[in-house]
């Protein structure tokens, strides 16, 4: 499959997309779930009922559990580099179907089929780069007094369940399993409730590959989420979703002492300084707040502090490529720049932080309101927002929002910039832009987030370690230190003598 300049709109060929298999993967085979319920999926631009998906309860869980307990030792006797190989087809598999997967998302999760497209060549990209890393679990050696040998093992930890959110459901169902695997352990995948299938479809090309109960999926809701945290089989949960969702799985795991690694939330910050470019920099702001994906993205910078000698100058050119660069349209349309919110509570959220704004003195400088136009009327289409005489104490600048709403900031005196900047319980990302190296090297290092851009934004670079601070998250990922997440560390002493 692949997209046509002739007939950008695919909407045609959703339904040959979509997988067959609706039921829960484990143990190598489908599952009917043992409760019989399921819930359905609806296309978020156009509420099109794209069919039904099971719902794993406890006792599904459980089986998954088992099932994957029970692969889990010949998997991790399984040689490193025969782990490697299978990850590399997946990735192969992935690239082939990439458009495919693409269109299944974008019908699913509401974000545009093109840039759904990268996400499928950023999985396979994932799968490639942990397949590589494989023979880096290594040990060390450690000197003693005695004259004995001592050296370090790194082990698999057993069964990991991964949660994934729902704004790239496929690039994180793919990409987040490589890791885990490549370390030498087992995995189910819990994908998004709001959209699951490109999921489904993801085990009906890739789950046969794999030896039984080593790859499984449970579609679901939170309880299933709850259950998979909660269960003793399961050694490590990693979940990537907001900061409740993040303390929720922190407290049903404590209980077994589990190992977490969480991708959390964040009110990112950008920071304009009086010398830098105002045209990158305005460039740099809109696609920092990835409006392509309605600002549901945990990196956004949401938070845009302009300096006030450039503060006027730069929010018209923000509002003018805002307008030239994102107008919202039907996901499955190869031209379209912005899709919708993946539901309505998404939809309803949004514009109820842009009405808190108004209400408390902020004005609406572009957007603000839902997508009038008459093809969209049935879909959670909300314009991008810009909103300019926000305050650091307004709600819109303090709160994860996870929707298209960009809060402008005025500042003037640096010291009071960075108490704004670092005044929120997040700490995820933040965008620097200046031409001078020593307020750029200082401002990165006053900011407290895990992952800080100069003069760029919103790229990630596969090897570079993407993580937060505060309650931004617990440890690091897409980069080697996410493969150590996955081990533990086993230390040997030998006597000689």
């Known amino acids: 499959m692949s997209a046509s300049d002739e007939n950008p709109d695919l909407s045609s060929r959703v339904a040959a997309a979509l997988p067959t298999r609706r039921a829960l993967y484990y143990g190598g085979r489908w599952h009917e779930p043992l409760s019989g319920e399921q819930g359905r999926s609806l296309n978020p631009a156009t509420q099109e009922d794209l069919g039904p998906y099971a719902v794993a309860d406890a006792a599904d869980v459980d089986a998954a559990v088992r099932s994957a307990s029970a692969a889990a030792g010949a998997w991790r006797a399984t040689p490193p580099l025969e782990r490697a190989a299978l990850l590399r087809r997946a990735a192969t598999i992935v690239r082939e179907h990439a458009w495919e997967l693409a269109l299944i998302d974008a019908a699913d999760c509401g974000n545009p089929v093109r840039q759904m497209r990268d996400d499928a060549v950023i999985a396979a990209t994932q799968l490639e780069y942990f397949a590589g890393l494989v023979l880096e679990l290594k040990g060390e050696t450690i000197p003693t007094q005695n004259g004995s040998l001592d050296y370090t093992l790194r082990e698999p930890l057993g069964v990991v369940a991964r949660i994934i959110p729902f704004n790239h459901p496929f690039m ?275 900011v407290q987030a895990g992952y800080v851009w100069i003069n760029g934004s919103s790229n990630h670079f596969i090897g570079a370690p993407f993580g937060g601070y505060k309650q931004s998250g617990i440890g690091r990922e897409e980069c080697k230190e996410e493969l150590l997440e996955f081990t533990q560390v086993k230390n040997v002493n030998v006597t000689l003598d």
Not at 262 to 276: C, F, Q, S, T
Not at 407 to 430: C, H, P, Q, R
Request: with cysteine; net charge neutral; hydrophobic share 45%.
């Open 172 to 446: 994180f169902a793919a990409g987040k399993i490589a890791a885990p695997l490549a370390a030498g352990n087992t995995v189910i995948v819990k994908p998004p409730e709001q959209a699951p299938l490109s999921s489904l479809r993801l085990f009906e090309l890739i789950g046969d590959l794999f030896p039984p109960g080593v790859l499984n999926c449970l579609t679901g809701d939170r309880a299933t989420g709850a259950a998979l945290s909660a269960h003793d089989g399961v050694a490590a949960v990693a979940l990537i979703g907001s900061v409740n969702a993040g303390k929720a799985v922190m407290r049903t795991a404590a209980d077994g002492l589990k190992k977490v690694l969480l991708e959390l939330g964040g009110k990112n910050a950008m920071l304009v300084y009086p010398d830098a470019d105002p045209d990158k920099a305005a460039l740099g702001a809109v696609r920092g707040m990835n409006f392509t994906w309605c600002g549901q993205s945990c990196g956004s910078t949401s938070r845009l502090f302009l300096h006030e000698s450039v503060h006027d100058s730069m929010l018209a050119r923000i509002v003018a490529l805002t307008a030239d660069m994102h107008r919202p349209g039907l996901p499955t349309d190869t031209r379209t720049t912005m899709g919708a919110l993946v539901s309505r509570d998404q939809m309803d959220k949004s514009l109820s932080y842009i009405a808190s704004a108004v209400a408390e003195g902020a004005r609406i400088a572009h957007g603000g309101r839902r997508c009038e136009d008459a093809a969209l009327r049935d879909g959670y289409f909300v314009e991008p927002t810009i909103l300019a005489g926000v305050t650091s104490a307004m709600r819109v600048a303090r709160e994860e929002i996870f929707g298209p709403v960009l809060a402008v900031i005025k500042w003037s005196d640096e010291d009071a910039l960075f108490a704004a900047v670092n005044g929120v319980e997040y700490g995820l990302t933040a965008s620097i832009w200046t031409r001078d190296l020593a307020t750029a090297h200082r401002a990165a290092a006053r």
